[in-house]
């Protein structure tokens, strides 16, 4: 299998997804300006959406959408648990928590990396952040990831939007349960072994 993607964008939740699984990857930076991939192919061809992650398998089909690359990669490794079973009700909350952080968190960052946003834009896009982060926050009490004790790939994704509230200057601080978890995420080996990858840490 074959990663495309952008270094600290969205994709480095499925970068980080497929590190986790042990499976056998490559990666391969896009240059999302120009729509060229590191080795010179155009990504439009790839990927006629025109953005990471896209991952093409080993049969050549490629897939797109990061939480559907996600849940591939875990179906591949079930022993591996980076997702509940599927028709579990376990399962549903893996999907209601992609859901979650795609729509009201990745989405709502978006804003602030758009340079047509304006302030009023960023500005209810920050307040919509600062809710559904003290939300996740509560939801973590008590807990060492989303689902409870496994790591799954919807942490792989959490952990990635929230890699970018530094950016934006948003300090974590308040939500000591969101503080505590990114830096449990981040001392993961898989995790540690793709920031260096991608020039992150």
Known sequence: MKLFHKPGSCSLAS????????????????????????????????????????????????????????QYVADQVPAQKLAPANATIERYRLQSWLAFIGTELHKSFGAFFNPTAGDDWKGAALANIERRLGYTDEQLAGKSFLLGDDFSVADAYLFTVLSWAKYIKLDLARWPNLLAYQARVAARPAVQAVLKAEGLA
């Open 15 to 70: 970068h980080i997804a497929l590190e986790e699984s042990g499976l056998p990857y490559q990666t391969e930076a896009v240059d999302l300006a120009t729509k060229i991939t590191a080795s010179g192919d155009d990504f439009l061809v790839i990927n006629p959406k025109g953005y990471v992650p896209a991952l093409r398998l080993d049969s050549g089909e490629v897939l797109s959408e990061g939480p559907a690359i996600l």
